[in-house]
């Protein structure tokens, strides 16, 4: 990924009041754009996570459906997170083809 040229939109990762896209004019080296690259480092940090947790559930035939509907809400929070970062990063990486 380049980074962004100046006035350029970033989706950020995460959302804003009732759940809409919060976005940051950027030049893709500022404060916030470094805020938003660890916040996107830890959201796919824990998706992997969640995947190792959910092999060792299903893999347990002791796990109670319980365990599985919390652990299916937790993914579906962890996929919504990772469709928003593959998003952002998507379109920066359409931007940089347009070059």
Known sequence: MRAAGPGETRLLPWAG???KPCYLVTDGDGP??????????VQL????????HADDLLGD???SAVQLRYLLARMCESLRDVHRVAE???ARLGDAGRD
Do not use: K, Q, Y
């Open 17 to 19: 009041e009732d759940g």
């Open 32 to 41: 916030l754009s470094r805020a938003a690259d660890a916040v996107e480092a």
């Open 45 to 52: 940090s824990m998706a992997v996570g969640l995947l190792r």
């Open 61 to 63: 035939e002791r796990t």
């Open 88 to 90: 952002s990063r998507g």
